[in-house]
């Protein structure tokens, strides 16, 4: 009885410091016991026993009290100390792998990556080299103090919740039972389609420090679409992925827009990428065509030439945008979803074309009188996915602090 009793105790300590390090990572501001005990729902009792630990673990710092009126008792803001807990997060993607650990206070703490062209290369060959990236990052965020509590990856693929990548078509890799291996087990790595990790990056204070009030809320809910080779995407819903049945939710690339367009090598016809990818947007502007066109220096030609109003270049991105509004009403449609957040090349042309698709969006959605559509950039830099799998990472610690602040 006495055992069961204290298990118990346990589970809901570690539940009430995970509520208690959500809720102050999630708001802009420095937050005292007591505006945390309102905000989450706690006894002040309760708050009094927890935030002990936080600052004793040196997760949760106190900063300077300051009175909070002439009878007050003075108030001392709780801050996440950084310096202590970092998540690592892998990548391979198709211009290259790395591996970056954020701090739970939004620092990048170290970040290797390896730029090269990925084309049928090796899984082995990559996870190894990926295995020596992180144990030097690993080397180096432990010298620095910091506790490594858990590991993402983030995949160009179809991936498994039971940890297989099905394929990765632009890598040439197909079936791989991704525990066999050794950096994959050895970090006990949560792996996840790249799409779906960057969507959680752009969660605010999904598991780092927020760090403004504009823009998204952490419970709102969007499309992402990570725009590069091809188009993938991902559906968050109350600042959460909604990954579908089978883990491959919100692939909007594969939205047809065209019955009789292009062949898609996903085997249908028109599919958006084939108009909105990175690859079929260099085509079509005549920047290169074939496996020149996988370049990423044919990226900057592209929005050279794209910002040169170079003809052929213009009609390009004017029918690519056509078939991102044309993609993203359906998307709309389907889902009840009110925002779309851009990634990847997307991003390259800048927040006057967000605004376009926005404005050509709005007429094309049902409800549309009632609803107002927002239609914008990324504004995280250009490893979205490495920053949300170092984040899946620091969930381990979120959602069983416990386990981290007793070892
Ligand atoms: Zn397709």
Redesign the pocket.
């Known amino acids: 009885m006495a055992a069961l009793r204290s298990i118990n105790q346990d589970d809901l300590r570690n539940h009430n410091l995970s509520v208690v390090l959500d809720t102050m990572l999630r708001s802009t501001a420095p937050m005292s016991r007591a505006e945390l005990a309102k905000a989450t729902g706690l006894t002040k009792a309760t708050m009094s026993l927890l935030v002990p630990m936080l600052v004793s673990s040196d997760v949760v710092r106190e900063g300077k009290p300051a009175p909070m009126s002439a009878y007050g008792r003075p108030s001392t803001p709780l801050v996440i100390g950084g310096g202590r807990i970092c998540g690592l997060g892998l990548q391979i993607n198709t211009d290259g792998y790395g591996v970056t650990a954020l701090d739970l206070d939004g620092r990048t703490v170290v970040e290797r990556w390896v730029a090269q062209p990925m084309g049928n290369t090796d899984p082995e060959d990559i996870f190894t080299e990926l295995d020596v990236l992180a144990r030097e990052c690993e080397a180096f965020a432990s010298e620095q103090g910091y506790h490594i509590v858990g590991a993402g990856l983030a995949l160009p693929g179809l991936v498994t919740a039971d940890k297989r990548l099905l394929t990765a078509r632009n890598l040439g890799w197909e079936q791989l039972e991704l525990d066999e291996f050794p950096v994959v087990s050895r970090l006990e790595v949560r792996a996840d389609n790249e799409a779906n990790m960057a969507a959680l990056a752009q969660v605010p204070g999904y598991a780092t420090q927020r760090k403004s009030d504009e823009g998204l809320n952490p419970v709102d809910s969007f499309i992402y679409v990570s725009t590069d080779i091809?188009i993938g995407g991902a559906v968050v819903r109350d600042g959460k992925v909604d990954s579908g049945m089978h883990g491959f939710a919100g692939e909007v690339?594969?939205i047809?827009v065209a019955l009789d367009g292009k062949p898609?090598?996903?085997?249908?016809k028109g599919?958006?990428?084939?108009y909105a990818g990175r690859k079929a947007l260099i085509e079509a502007a005549g920047v290169d065509s074939g496996d020149q066109a996988l370049r990423i220096e044919a990226v900057d030609e592209l929005i050279r030439r794209w910002k040169a109003r170079e003809q052929r270049t213009v009609q390009a991105v004017d029918i690519a945008v056509d078939s991102m509004v044309s993609a993203m009403a359906s998307a709309i449609n389907i889902l009840d979803v009110d925002t779309v957040i851009l990634g990847g090349l997307w991003q390259r042309f800048g927040t006057g074309v967000a605004n376009m698709i926005e404005q050509r969006l709005q007429p094309q959605i049902l409800g549309s009188s009632a609803i107002a559509v927002r239609v914008r950039m990324s504004n995280i830099g250009t490893r979205a996915a490495l920053n949300g799998a170092a984040q899946v990472g620091l969930r381990c610690f979120l959602d069983d602090p416990l386990e981290f602040i007793n070892s």
Do not use: F, V
Request: charged fraction near 25%; charge should be positive; glycine fraction near 24%.
């Open positions: 091809g690339g594969h047809s898609c090598r996903c085997g249908r599919c958006l990428e084939m």
